[in-house]
Each structure stands twice: as C-alpha cells, then as structure tokens.
C-alpha cells in the first residue's frame, strides 16, 4: 500500500517528493511531437497549394501552435525535471507551497482517465488551488486520502 510507504518515508526524512514521471513524461512528449510534425506537414502542404486562409487555416495553424507548446512544455519538464510535489510537516508544494492551516479542502481526484487530477484549494480564496496530477502521483485516489490524513496530523 503507498500510504504506508509515504508515511513511512514521512516519519524518517521528514517529507515526501513525487518528482515527475518519466515514462509519462516521454509518452507526451513523443504524441506531441508526432502531432507537431504531422501539424507542420499538413500546415507546409496547404501554404503550397492554396494558401492558408479562412477559418481552416486558422485552426491549423492555431493547432499547430498548441502541439509546439505542448512539446516544448513536455521537453523542459523532461529537462528540468519539473514540477516536484513535496509534503512535509510545513504543508504541500508544488512550485509554491500552501501550509497545512491554509488548505481548506483536498478534493477527490476528477478529470478524463489519464488525465486525472487533485486540487488543493487554499483557506484565501484569492490564490489558485494546487493541482496535483497523474504526471506525478500513479495513484491519484490513495493520495488524496493520504493527504488528507496528513493534513489532519499536522493540524490537529
């Protein structure tokens, strides 16, 4: 059971990191990147032939746009191996960290299959949640348990 281990690993290190998921990390990267070039294919063979004009060319080149920024996101997490969710006895953070006394509520893991995530929303509702998703915790539904758990340990 991953609780056990992530509690055990609590208790001696003094906190828990989930960095990025590789393998997940190089499937994106890979269907990005096939989409990307597939994109500027499609994109090249239209500009040859007719131009890119309308609402079709639009759409392939707005297309094309979100494939180079999904690759070249994918590529820098890869690279910089980013972004790390850390929980430890001051709170969570992922990129920023929200304290145990400023989280009011830890959702149920929501979204598409595999596209799965949890937020950590914060007591001020002024500040965005922490999302935390499958690109860095397989087992997204034991986590948020766990987490809350935690969250109790420290607050109470």
């Known amino acids: 059971m991953p609780a056990d281990v992530w509690n055990t690993q609590l208790d001696e290190d003094g906190r828990v990191v989930f960095p990025p998921r590789r393998g997940r990390l190089y499937l994106r990267l890979t269907a990005f990147g ?5 994109s500027a294919a499609t994109n090249l063979d239209h ?6 004009s309308g609402t079709l060319g639009v759409l392939r080149l707005t297309a ?28 969570v ?26 937020q950590v929303h914060p ?3 002024r500040t965005r949640p922490l999302r935390i998703s499958l690109d860095n915790v397989e087992e997204l539904d034991a ?7 935690v969250k109790t340990r420290y607050t109470s």
Not at 143 to 149: D, K, P, Q
């Open 34 to 38: 096939l989409l990307m070039l597939a």
């Open 47 to 52: 500009l040859r032939t007719d131009g890119i």
């Open 93 to 118: 953070a992922r990129g920023r960290r929200l304290a145990w006394s400023g989280i009011a509520k830890i959702d149920e893991p929501t979204g598409f299959t595999g596209a799965r995530t949890i």
């Open 143 to 149: 986590f948020a348990h766990w987490l809350r758990s």
């Open 123 to 125: 007591v001020d509702r």
């Open 64 to 91: 094309l746009a979100a494939f180079v920024y999904g690759t070249g996101l994918t590529l820098y997490q890869l690279i910089a191996n980013r972004p790390v969710v850390t929980i430890d006895a001051d709170g």
